[in-house]
């Protein structure tokens, strides 16, 4: 009933509803689209301006997170927090935005990722660097709103845990340019276990 | 509508069960189109007020809730599969963690997850939940067989696990050495596990250690579900001239 009302443009105001607001109303439930009020209208309506703040909803920034320190080595539990079973957060996938993680172990320094990730970043010149630091990288697709987030995190006196978080809005563009080009660009960083004991042999 | 009702606007295509009855009846009714009457259903008033939730977040969870519960089977409620659907998009994913989680979450222990027990447990990942609380959810988390305490062999199972699910190779040397340098560190009573005691000092250590148990994303819930729920009372007379001059 409610909603054949709005259809067909059928509504009484409460009493204690203000001119402006009624007129508001009506134009936000104007039956024609053409005549209907816009977004840029609403936003210059009298009544929708009066006591109207500005809210900045930040999408889930990666700074957010509190990740562990960059220079203490990460400990068990931090390694189990890593798994996809302990975070919540895909509860709330496919609703604005898309976040996936993935991690891999190096045996690489922290500045030779980096580096190595500029570089074929670089090359692949439809992503660039949003910002460095010592522990990691920020990457941008432009053309979409894909961010990746590197991060390194020492794990023993050789080995680094690098961890990989993609935020985005549809899913497609993330895995073409992380799994279809980036992450095969940088698999030769990734510790090889076997190859340990002719390292450690050196 | 007298009697504590809540809402005014009747859709007139409810089913006769969902008209709502006369006041002074514990009525099978529901107060609007979208809140039925599903097992383990709570009163988001009642849930707001025991958890840091507002009651329009409450409602925002319940969007989300029936989202979720009727992905796989329409019944309202969460199972097993349909969280793993959620997590990993893949209903058939086993995962240790996600399998401790749905445990926690089922607190009744009846193999399902309910409206009432998601809220309440989703209430300690929200930012402002007491960090007692996700220092604890997370002790109960870690602790696999639920003896009070985490084992040597619990951590080291989890870090296999982890690393299993991963892709993620380390060698046994390696992983014995972190698991008993992380154990040695927390244990500091040494006796071969970890108490609630000593994964407190723990984790005021190394804070991070709880930072799963944080959703940043539960604060704005009421931006990505808004629900549409009409709290107003508003009686006819209380309605003058409408839009069309009638």
Same mark, same amino acid.
């Given at each position: @009933? ?23 109303? %009506? ?15 609403? @936003? ?19 700074? @957010? ?15 189990? %927090? ?61 053309? %979409? ?39 095969? %660009? ?17 | ?246």
């Amino acid at each position: @009933m409610l909603y054949r009302n709005i259809y067909r443009g059928e509504f009484k105001f409460p009493k204690w509803t203000s001119l402006e607001l009624r007129r508001f109303i %009506s134009r936000l439930l104007d039956t024609n689209p053409e005549t209907r009020i816009t977004i840029d209208e609403i @936003m210059k309506d009298p009544w929708f301006k009066n006591g109207y703040k500005e809210v900045k909803v930040q999408p889930l920034d990666f700074e @957010m997170i509190e990740e562990p320190q960059s220079n203490v080595r990460l400990n068990a539990f931090d390694l189990i %927090s890593f798994s996809s079973g302990c975070d919540l957060s895909g509860l709330f996938n496919d609703v604005d935005f898309f976040t996936q993680r993935e991690q891999f172990i190096s045996a690489e320094k922290p500045w030779k990722i980096i580096e190595r990730t500029r570089d074929e970043v670089d090359k692949m010149g439809n992503v660039k660097v949003i910002s460095t630091s010592e522990s990691g990288i920020r990457l941008e697709h432009q053309g %979409s709103n894909l961010v990746i987030a590197i991060d390194i995190h020492p794990l023993t006196e050789k080995l680094v845990v690098v961890v990989v978080n993609r935020r985005e809005l549809n899913a497609e563009s993330s895995d073409e340019i992380w799994i279809g080009k980036l992450k095969p %660009s940088l698999s030769d960083l990734v510790y090889n276990s076997e190859s340990d004991i002719a390292v450690d042999s050196e | 509508m007298k009697g504590g009702e809540s809402v005014e606007i009747k859709p007139q295509n409810l089913s006769p069960s969902q008209v709502p009855v006369a006041s002074g009846e514990p009525s099978v009714a529901n107060d609007s189109k979208r809140i039925k009457r599903v097992p383990g259903y709570e009163d988001p008033n009642v849930l707001a007020a025991e958890t840091p939730f507002t009651v329009s977040e409450v409602e925002s969870l319940y969007e989300l809730f029936m989202k979720l519960s009727n992905s796989i089977v329409a019944d309202g409620l969460i199972h097993k599969e349909e969280f793993q659907l959620a997590l990993f998009r893949n209903k058939n994913q086993r995962n240790l963690f996600a399998d401790r989680i749905f445990d926690l979450f089922d607190i009744k222990r009846n193999g399902v997850i309910e409206f009432g027990e998601f809220v309440r447990s989703l209430g300690v990942f929200h930012p402002n939940a007491p960090v007692a609380d996700k220092i604890a959810f997370a002790f109960r988390l870690y602790d696999l067989r639920q003896t009070g305490f985490i084992e040597h062999e619990e951590l080291k199972e989890m870090v296999l696990a982890l690393l299993h699910e991963s892709d993620l190779v380390l060698s046994e040397d390696v992983v014995e050495t972190i698991v008993d340098k992380t154990f040695s560190e927390a244990d500091t009573q040494g006796d071969g596990r970890i108490d609630p005691e000593e994964w407190k000092i723990f984790v005021s250590k190394y804070p991070s250690l709880i930072k799963n148990m944080t959703l940043p994303y539960l604060k704005d819930i009421s931006l990505a579900f808004p629900s549409f729920v009409v709290r107003t009372e508003i009686e006819d007379s209380d309605l003058s001239v409408g839009a069309n001059g009638d």
